[in-house]
């Protein structure tokens, strides 16, 4: 936790760095096209363009680099504990707060190969720190044996692809709570601040739209193989209990929010306001439904 405290530090103070500095052109500028007479009279017109982009700061290349070292150690300890148990370490509040925290910022660390996405960084590192926290002082748990209707591959497949899906909603809503904050500023026409360095509304809603379709594929395929997995160990696909109710909701939501996006036009505001409607849902399902809420589901080993 201390060294992704310390990439969660640099993040934030890439942010401030980014806040200082003077905007830098992004779109591309189109050079002074040049005429070159060939043999036989033909012209032909050469046309070059320039593109300036910005370069990572020092600050955001150490937070990467701590973040790298913070997995490492966060995926060694996931390890240790999964070869304590047994068996793979998702059977409760505290080894699900181990794992999710770990694949969100694994998420994060592997999209970077396509998208540039360090702006989130302080976003990631924090939210992965407050997991680990509250799931280590508040719902640690001794080693215990694995609950008889968890003895099932269908628990390794039906927890991992929730928590892919969960990490793409996270990154969704973090795209989109950006977006708000700079369509707000460019409808104030600011120039400054760290979000003239982020992209504009428009590109983070689209990235914001990309990254959830792919999460809601991952929880179209939680509630499939949850499902399975209810047969297997209950007897019966669906028995509205709470956790499975919570589910459907999330995936109804964001159904919703691609459904409205793709078809009925909603841009701007509207959709990122549902992109975290459909984030916030999930954080109820994590932690109101886990703790507070009886059912099949109840394994939160505290």
């Known amino acids: 936790m201390a060294v992704y405290a310390l990439a969660f530090v640099f993040f934030t103070v890439d942010l401030a760095k980014r806040a200082s500095l003077a905007p830098e052109p992004v779109a591309a500028t189109a050079a002074t096209g040049q005429l070159t007479a060939a043999r036989g009279g033909t012209t032909t017109l050469e ?24 997995w490492l150690l966060h995926l060694g300890g996931a390890v240790l504990r999964g070869l304590a148990n047994g068996y793979v370490p998702w059977s409760n509040m505290f080894e699900f707060s181990l794992m999710m925290s770990l694949i969100v910022v ?10 540039d996405l360090g702006y989130l960084g302080a976003y990631i590192t924090g939210a992965a720190l407050i997991v680990l926290g509250i799931g280590t002082t508040n719902f640690y748990v001794d080693v215990t044996p694995l609950a008889v209707p968890l003895q099932s591959v269908w628990l390794v497949i039906h927890v991992f692809v929730a928590i892919l899906g969960t990490s793409f909603f996270a990154l969704g809503a973090g795209l989109s709570l950006l ?3 700079q369509s707000r500023r460019e409808a104030s026409g600011k120039t400054d601040g760290f979000l003239s360095t982020v992209p504009d509304a428009d590109k983070l809603e689209t ?10 594929v991952f929880w179209t395929f939680t509630l499939i193989a949850g499902a399975i997995w209810a047969e297997r160990a209950w007897g019966r696909y669906w028995g509205w209990d709470t956790k499975e109710v919570w589910t459907f909701i999330i995936w109804t939501i964001y159904a ?3 459904h409205a996006r793709a078809t009925r036009g909603w841009r701007g505001t509207r959709s990122a306001v ?29």
């Open 256 to 258: 919703g929010y691609i």
């Open 207 to 216: 990235l914001a739209y990309r990254v959830i379709v792919i999460g809601f």
């Open 47 to 70: 046309r070059t363009e320039t593109v300036t982009t910005r370069k990572r700061g020092r600050f955001e290349r150490a937070g990467f680099a701590l973040t790298v070292i913070a």
């Open 274 to 302: 549902l992109s975290l409607i459909g984030f916030g849902a999930v954080i109820f399902n994590y932690t109101v439904v886990n703790l507070f809420m009886k059912g099949l589901h109840a394994y939160s080993g505290l």
């Open 179 to 181: 977006q708000l904050l």
């Open 106 to 115: 694994l998420v994060f660390l592997v999209i970077q190969f396509w998208l």
